[in-house]
């Protein structure tokens, strides 16, 4: 069933209970709608509820439309380590697909953002220092984590296990209960469910954006600043081999967490700036992905890996102050749309100048991810209000060309693969 729209008069009555009102743009209304078409002019910009609680969703913190089916809206909650996915969202026919892994309790424990890759996949981030869903000591053995995008895969495959009582969840981490060998003789004890790689070098991991191939930026909440993750051949279906993984610290990226808010992040393909929410410094800041040097290698942590090093001497540059706290990115024909969790807003940035261009309030109780959409028009989560919605301007905006996709900047340094890992999770601590 369709969604009722939220018209302007609506949503401002709606704030005017609330003690807010709507912020004038920073330009002149008919200048900002032909600068910004995506918000037109915010005073007529309506407000389009696409999916609620009913649907499933359940404190949504991020979205992504599937590059490969655009039809698909995917968004991950974090309250119940799900996805909602919508096909044809906001359209007479939209159809709700809600679905948890069978061990989503640690490959999507707290999610709190998602990514598309190559290859019909995706990725996700979790906000966790990995309790197993409060059933064990948290132990920091959590990072990002690769699935396939199959609807005939993904929480899908290996689901007969249903492993989530503390006796079960221990003896997956002694290793009792699946064969970790790189035999393909053993595939068919490749048991730990849908996913296809992880890498666990990241508690509170709070964003994560596609690179290329199977590498992707991640915001490391815990360590606090920016991560580069490159998976290289994934596992495959429920496996656990990871030492073929290559993780690169940028600690010159830094990056203050806020518990609960996440900080995504937005690639520019055509330049190469990684863009990313600093949400406690209330930023956003940008880093050259192509700059910066191997500095040194870092001892084993928690797992073997083809890589673990630290690099140096990057870029990185503030791109607009003045946030609150600002979390969703979205990029979009030579502008940066930020979406602020204090305020509510969406704010529009020239990438050129760095200027503002216009804002636009929603009245949001948790405003998260943001996502430009293949209609040319921009959807976000409301994570406090369990709320999928989406901005329709006064005017319709033109259809973006579709952006090139970003080559590799990184090139893996030749490393000898280590011994493979013998292991799944570490032993509890006591």
Request: proline fraction near 8%.
């Amino acid at each position: 069933m369709p969604r009722p729209q939220l018209a302007a008069g609506l949503a401002l009555a709606l704030l005017a209970s609330l003690g807010l009102g709507l912020i004038a743009p920073a330009a002149d209304a008919d200048d900002a709608g032909v600068r910004v078409p995506e918000l037109g002019d915010p005073s007529l910009a309506e407000l389009v509820l696409v999916g609620t609680a009913e649907d499933g969703l359940s404190t949504p913190r991020d979205l992504a439309f599937n590059p490969d089916r655009p039809e698909e809206l995917w968004t991950v909650n974090r309250a119940d380590d799900s996805t909602v996915i919508y096909v044809d969202p906001g359209q007479p026919e939209q159809r709700i697909d809600k679905r948890i892994d069978v061990y989503a309790y640690h490959f999507m424990e707290e999610v709190s953002a998602i990514s598309f890759g190559a290859g019909d996949t995706f990725a996700t981030c979790q906000e966790s220092r990995n309790t197993y869903n409060d059933q064990a000591r948290a132990n920091d053995f959590m990072g990002p984590t690769l699935w396939p995008a199959d609807l005939d895969l993904y929480a899908k495959a290996n689901q007969g296990g249903g492993l989530r009582t503390p006796a079960l969840l221990d003896a997956i981490m002694r290793g009792q209960l699946c064969g970790l060998e790189a035999d393909p003789d053993q595939a068919d004890r490749c048991t730990l469910g849908s996913h296809i790689d992880m890498n666990h070098q990241s508690p509170n991991c709070m964003g994560i954006e596609h690179q290329a191939d199977n590498a992707y930026w991640t915001v490391d909440g815990f360590n606090g600043h920016i991560v580069y993750y490159d998976f290289a051949a994934d596992h495959g279906l429920g496996c656990d081999d990871h030492s073929d993984g290559i993780v690169r610290r940028y600690p010159e990226a830094s990056v203050i967490r806020v518990p609960g808010v996440p900080s995504h992040l937005a690639l520019d393909a055509a330049t190469g700036w990684l863009y990313y929410a600093d949400t406690g410094a209330g930023e956003v800041r940008r880093l050259d992905s192509a700059s910066g040097r191997r500095a040194r290698d870092l001892g084993r942590s928690n797992e073997p890996l083809a890589e673990y090093s630290a690099w140096s001497g990057v870029t990185v540059e503030t791109f607009a102050t003045g946030l609150q706290a600002p979390s969703g990115l979205a990029l979009g024909d030579g502008r940066l749309f930020v979406s602020d969790f204090a305020t509510g807003e969406i704010l529009a940035f020239d990438l050129e100048t760095g200027d503002e261009l216009a804002r636009l309030a929603t009245g949001a109780e948790g405003i998260m991810g943001l996502a430009l959409g293949p209609d040319a028009r921009l959807w976000f989560v409301d994570g406090l209000a369990d709320r999928l919605l989406r901005v329709d301007p006064h005017e319709v905006p033109p259809t973006p060309s579709p952006s090139p996709s970003p080559e590799p900047t990184l090139t893996p340094t030749a490393t000898a693969t280590p011994e493979r890992f013998q292991g799944f999770l570490p032993w509890l601590q006591p």
